[in-house]
């Protein structure tokens, strides 16, 4: 799977947007850009996941370059339980062995 | 919640002994991946099954092991334990397709001592 670069960390006033960077540059075209958080020690939760268009769900929106080098995460309204480590991961969704590759991530603080 | 339920929370044993971790997928998903996370090493992939067989291996030692039973729950057996053993244990699960979305569950946290 391609690599991925996030900064270490992030912080955002809460009710901001918060815009998290991933870098991606090796990503070929069958892999998909996927975003998972961990707050605290609890489970990675799985946020969004794209190819090439943009996208929107509940949580968050998704914006991928034309180029697809590279993604932004978009929380809209973060509130203090957004405080998290953001994942970027880059990966195959059909047919492959499916393991998840984690980096390091951005640890997103968000402040009254 | 993401549906995919692990036991125990907690696990406290001591060095050289053997533990089982169990997970349950959520309804319908086939595969079951287990992953580590420690505090030096970051989450990373241990083992994946799908459908009761093994599909994938990733960094697991010799002394771990794992199988998915016919109703799609899963194990990991952890033996000799060791001090460095000490971690939080995960078991995520995907659908039919092992290339789909993953959900993880509350995790297993073992403290060997």
């Known amino acids: 799977d391609a690599k991925t670069t996030q900064p270490p960390s992030m912080d955002c006033a809460e009710g901001r947007a918060a815009n998290l960077p991933c870098n991606h540059s090796t990503i070929s075209g069958n892999e998909y850009v996927y975003w998972y958080r961990q707050i605290h020690s609890q489970g990675p939760q799985y946020i969004i996941h794209?190819?090439?268009n943009n996208e929107t769900n509940e949580m968050a929106s998704l914006i991928i370059t034309e180029d697809r080098k590279s993604s932004t995460l978009i929380l809209p309204h973060a509130t203090l339980r957004d405080t998290a480590v953001y994942y970027c991961?880059?990966?195959?969704?059909?047919?492959?062995?499916?393991?998840?590759?984690f980096g390091k991530g951005t640890k997103l603080s968000v402040k009254p | 919640d993401s549906g995919v339920t692990q036991t125990p929370k907690h696990l406290i044993t001591a060095t050289g002994q053997r533990v089982t971790l169990r997970c349950s997928p959520r309804s319908g998903d086939l595969s079951v991946y287990w992953y580590q996370q420690s505090l030096d090493q970051g989450l990373q992939f241990l083992i994946q099954?799908?459908?009761?067989?093994?599909?994938a291996k990733g960094n697991i030692l010799e002394r771990f092991s794992a199988q998915q039973f016919p109703d799609l729950h899963s194990e990991l057996n952890l033996s000799s334990l060791e001090l460095g053993d000490s971690a939080l244990y995960f078991c995520?699960?995907?659908?039919?397709?092992?290339?789909?979305?993953?959900?993880f569950g509350p995790g297993t946290r073992l403290l060997v001592l």
């Open positions: 995520a699960s995907s659908g039919g397709d092992p290339g789909e979305t993953q959900y």
């Open positions: 099954y799908y459908n009761g067989e093994e599909r």
């Open positions: 794209g190819l090439k």
């Open positions: 991961i880059v990966r195959v969704a059909r047919g492959s062995q499916g393991n998840l590759i």
